[in-house]
């Protein structure tokens, strides 16, 4: 009983997460974002992303190789018409720990956020989904290396990082490194945040939107 509450508890704060990425994303992006390396040899030039539509969204997959390899999804920013345009932001998902990079394509939340000009990355982490588990992920900066070799393989560049529970593991070390690399962080009672002192999190220079610290059933379940 207590774990389908637990479940229950996690996909409520997925859930808000998403409607947190659609109301609150436009008012954090300032100015324009370099387009990356593969947006340039397409000539694609920026529009004004369309409003939430039946617009067909082709969510992708792809597996980047390394120890461990990491499968991801990938929604592609589009027009009104669906056709691919610059993004206004990247935007990059992980999970908690009953969840994979599955589930923000069920909830809708990739297409939604292609539908609106971003491009939306949610990447399996190691022992979920698709990519495989791995001991070269058992310290903080392991698992703040394998972020940012996600994050530099697909051209990510100051995304915003969205961190639900579990992941907390990888978020909050990384963020702590390199916030510099951050245009905004959305914990979502993440785990692991005290692990750190209050002058350290003083000291992060990002936008965060959102925080519910660890408190409660969430912290072994999401």
């Given at each position: 009983?207590?774990?389908l509450?637990?479940r229950?508890?996690v996909?409520?704060l997925v859930l ?6 659609y109301?609150?994303l436009?008012?954090i992006?300032?100015g324009?974002?370099?387009p990356?390396l ?10 004004s992303p369309?409003q939430?539509s039946a617009i ?12 461990p390899?990491l499968?991801?999804r ?9 056709r ?15 969840f994979?990079?599955k ?10 956020l292609?539908t609106?000009?971003y491009q ?7 022992g979920?989904?698709?990519?495989p ?6 310290t ?9 070799r996600f ?14 529970s579990?992941?907390?593991h990888?978020?909050?070390?990384f ?10 962080f959305?914990p979502i009672a993440?785990v692991?945040?005290r692990s ?6 003083q000291?992060i220079?990002?936008r965060?939107?959102l925080?519910?610290?660890?408190n409660?059933p969430t912290?072994?379940s999401?």
């Amino acid at each position: 009983m207590n774990f389908l509450r637990n479940r229950l508890v996690v996909l409520g704060l997925v859930l808000l997460a998403t409607l947190l990425l659609y109301l609150l994303l436009p008012s954090i992006r300032q100015g324009s974002m370099e387009p990356s390396l593969d947006v340039q040899r397409m000539g694609l030039a920026a529009v004004s992303p369309p409003q939430p539509s039946a617009i067909n969204v082709s969510v992708r997959t792809g597996q980047l190789p390394g120890d461990p390899p990491l499968f991801f999804r990938e929604a592609l920013p589009v027009d009104g018409a669906g056709r691919q345009i610059l993004p206004r932001l990247q935007v990059v998902l992980l999970h908690g720990q009953a969840f994979s990079s599955k589930t923000w394509e069920e909830l809708g939340t990739l297409a939604l956020l292609a539908t609106n000009g971003y491009q939306a990355l949610a990447v399996d982490l190691p022992g979920f989904g698709n990519s495989p588990d791995s001991d070269a992920v058992k310290t903080d900066q392991h698992r703040v290396d394998l972020l940012g070799r996600f994050m530099e393989a697909l051209g990510v560049r100051t995304a915003v990082l969205l961190s639900p529970s579990m992941s907390g593991h990888y978020s909050i070390p990384f963020l702590m490194k390199h916030s510099a690399q951050l245009h905004g962080f959305i914990p979502i009672a993440p785990v692991g945040t005290r692990s750190f002192t209050p002058q350290q999190y003083q000291s992060i220079q990002v936008r965060v939107m959102l925080a519910f610290w660890e408190n409660g059933p969430t912290d072994s379940s999401g």
